[in-house]
């Protein structure tokens, strides 16, 4: 089992910047990715970000590619994305997230509750 805690979300002015952080604990938790996904109202929910456990391996979507920087802290067992440049279209639940590397930009074993980020125009 992984539990993962999220947190940082609020609003935020367009152009703004904003760190989101998820607290994972768990046994096995090396043996996973961590990443981010983000549901915006009536849309599906959709990949953000990932890295892996050793750090080494990132993905992004192209929608945030040059303005999110995904990390993470295993000292801490905390992931973090930091967002700049942030767009009102960035507006959604943002949902920590871990599998395995494979997996992780398509679909999670384990899910956070969410944190919300809301972007003002």
């Known amino acids: 089992q992984v539990q993962l805690v999220e947190s940082g979300g609020r609003l935020v002015q367009a152009g703004g910047s904003l760190r989101l952080s998820c607290a994972a604990s768990g046994r096995t938790l090396r043996t996973y990715a961590l990443g981010w996904f983000r549901q915006a109202p009536g849309k599906e929910r959709d990949f953000v970000a990932a890295?892996?456990?050793?750090?080494?391996?990132?993905y992004y979507a192209d929608s945030v590619k040059d303005r999110f920087t995904i990390s993470r802290d295993n000292a801490k067992n905390t992931v973090y994305l930091q967002m700049n440049s942030l767009k009102p279209e960035d507006t959604a639940v943002y949902y920590c997230a871990a599998a395995s590397i494979t997996n992780i930009r398509s679909v999670a074993e384990y899910w956070g509750q969410g944190t919300q980020v809301t972007v003002s125009s």
């Open positions: 890295i892996s456990w050793s750090g080494i391996t990132t």
